[in-house]
């Protein structure tokens, strides 16, 4: 048995990571754990500390209270550095690297970079003591564990003190069993909905922002010379940026490109106090604007270029394992925009195989709007030379993206785990959108191109009723209420908004609501004798 399985007191002491054990011994001694290690026989055994069980003083918060408890200058040799993104990048032998605590986004050669973390070191440990440790830190005040994310710390940043994180305790987010959906639409009965938007900004990004406003504190405090945080944004990245710089007390400079996103999405980082830029352009103006800035101005660039936020958006994958009890799903489909998050998937799920948590991986699927699909292209050619397209107008805003920075990183991802790209037109996502909500829940659109993907993927036969299968669920619904307002008001054009449900005008009085009533119950009566 691992030894976090014999006391929660050893997630949080410097004792709380050791090799692989060959004993764990307690003693009849209340409350003590006595641990032998493999890596030297001979060595007296060492013993955690007393746990104490009272309530931690009045005048001290969970924060001072691990910085007294929890020793965290111990990293037990963990490292992780940035190295150039290849398509061999788990196995390069690249002599150039880079600390997590230099400012660089893009390697000599110009290309990606990718965080590369001492795999043999965490391989000193074996994959039940991962699955041990990760699964006593869910749902505790602890910090920083109470954070989805943070309850990964080694596997995330492990040099970085916990006195310098920035949480909200982020994560843990619901896996819904999507079981009239599956049912009804797919006939499907192992559907799930992982509702990353069910989040402190309503949406998946704050996944990665807590570790790259997290570093970035971490490089304030070391007299680095950061004056703020800047990203470009279709709404949903300016909102975790603006939070958490908002909670760390750091700058955030947004640009947006102008009428293009909505006002929910608009008001998030104005709420937050961030500098926001409204421009006239698309989010690849943005994001070249953004890029020539962050290389004139000590501003730390936060979008998915830099890849300290894949770090965070991998313990996605590794939290949908721990729901179903380690055990892999058969499928999992991702909205791809920017495309750092498909292999931000992959890299979780690669790490927990590599690490022997798991034997294999799901296959992946990207899902892209019909409107913006410079992903899809590329795998029907082929995976032939990527071109850039000019993305057009979708409701999916959020993935209105015609030259994506993670090109590489999601070919790398697919190709490495049988995947699969599927697009959506407008009608369809709107139409799966309308439908998942019928079904109980309430996505976003690009929810609603995942889904429709998986409406494709399942009617061609490629997924199978008895597939389980993991839907990748964004942002919350409440940031698009105006897009499922014209669809239920049927004032989209072109569209027919088959699955439309508008309220019903009827006069204020009880005859005129009991004719409405009879009307609407008398199918259903008739249903229910059948």
């Known amino acids: 048995?691992?030894?976090?399985?014999?006391?929660?007191?050893?997630?949080?002491?410097?004792?709380?990571?050791?090799?692989?054990?060959?004993?764990?011994?307690?003693?009849?001694?209340?409350?003590?754990?006595?641990?032998?290690?493999?890596?030297?026989?001979?060595?007296?055994?060492?013993?955690?500390?007393?746990?104490?069980?009272?309530?931690?003083?009045?005048?001290?918060?969970?924060?001072?209270?691990?910085?007294?408890?929890?020793?965290?200058?111990?990293?037990?040799?963990?490292?992780?550095?940035?190295?150039?993104?290849?398509?061999?990048?788990?196995?390069?032998?690249?002599?150039?690297?880079?600390?997590?605590?230099?400012?660089?986004?893009?390697?000599?050669?110009?290309?990606?970079?990718?965080?590369?973390?001492?795999?043999?070191?965490?391989?000193?440990?074996d994959g039940a003591y991962w699955k041990s440790l990760f699964d006593s830190r869910v749902g505790k005040t602890t910090w920083p564990y109470g954070s989805g994310v943070w309850s990964k710390k080694e596997w995330v940043l492990p040099e970085i003190d916990s006195d310098d994180i920035i949480s909200v305790f982020e994560g843990n987010s619901n896996l819904f069993w999507a079981e009239r959906f599956g049912k009804e639409v797919l006939g499907m009965n192992d559907l799930w909905v992982k509702h990353c938007g069910i989040s402190h900004t309503g949406s998946f990004k704050d996944l990665g922002m807590t570790v790259l406003v997290s570093q970035v504190n971490r490089l304030r405090k070391m007299g680095r010379p950061v004056l703020g945080v800047g990203c470009a944004s279709t709404g949903d990245t300016s909102a975790a940026l603006s939070a958490y710089c908002a909670a760390a007390g750091i700058p955030a400079i947004v640009f947006l490109p102008a009428n293009r996103i909505s006002i929910a999405q608009l008001v998030q980082p104005i709420a937050n106090g961030a500098f926001v830029l409204s421009l006239d352009t698309d989010f690849d103006g943005c994001m070249r604007l953004i890029r020539e800035v962050t290389a004139e101005l000590p501003i730390y660039l936060a979008n998915s270029l830099n890849s300290l936020r894949l770090e965070g958006q991998k313990t996605a994958a590794i939290e949908i394992l721990q729901q179903f009890d380690w055990e892999v799903p058969d499928w999992v489909i991702v909205p791809g925009g920017n495309l750092g998050n498909i292999y931000a998937f992959y890299k979780g799920f690669r790490m927990c195989q590599e690490l022997g948590l798991v034997d294999r991986m799901p296959r992946l699927v990207c899902a892209q709007a019909a409107n913006a699909n410079p992903l899809?292209?590329?795998?029907?050619?082929?995976?032939?030379?990527?071109?850039?397209?000019?993305?057009?107008?979708?409701?999916?805003?959020?993935?209105?993206?015609?030259?994506?920075?993670?090109?590489?990183?999601?070919?790398?991802?697919?190709?490495?785990?049988?995947?699969?790209?599927e697009e959506a037109t407008e009608e369809e996502l709107m139409d799966a959108m309308a439908q998942a909500d019928l079904a109980g829940m309430f996505i976003c659109p690009h929810t609603g191109v995942a889904l429709s993907a998986l409406i494709k993927l399942r009617h061609s036969g490629v997924i199978r009723p008895t597939d389980r299968t993991v839907v990748i669920s964004t942002a919350h619904g409440l940031k698009f209420t105006q897009s499922k307002i014209d669809y239920h008001s049927n004032e989209i054009a072109d569209m027919a908004c088959r699955f439309a449900n508008p309220p019903v005008e009827v006069k204020a009085d009880f005859g005129s609501v009991m004719d409405v009533l009879q009307k609407k119950l008398k199918p259903l009566s008739a249903a229910l004798k059948n």
């Open 1 to 125: 048995m691992a030894a976090a399985a014999f006391h929660p007191l050893l997630q949080s002491s410097p004792y709380s990571l050791r090799p692989k054990h060959k004993h764990v011994i307690c003693n009849h001694k209340p409350h003590r754990l006595t641990i032998s290690c493999s890596s030297s026989s001979s060595a007296p055994p060492e013993t955690a500390p007393e746990p104490h069980h009272r309530r931690r003083p009045a005048d001290e918060n969970i924060r001072e209270e691990a910085r007294r408890t929890n020793c965290s200058t111990h990293n037990h040799g963990f490292s992780a550095k940035y190295v150039p993104f290849t398509t061999s990048v788990y196995f390069s032998s690249s002599e150039e690297s880079y600390s997590l605590d230099d400012i660089i986004y893009r390697s000599r050669s110009g290309g990606l970079l990718d965080v590369r973390h001492d795999i043999e070191a965490l391989k000193r440990f």
């Open 376 to 421: 899809y292209l590329h795998y029907k050619s082929g995976w032939t030379d990527f071109k850039p397209v000019k993305a057009g107008s979708t409701f999916a805003s959020a993935i209105q993206i015609g030259d994506p920075v993670s090109i590489d990183r999601a070919v790398f991802a697919l190709q490495n785990s049988n995947g699969i790209v």
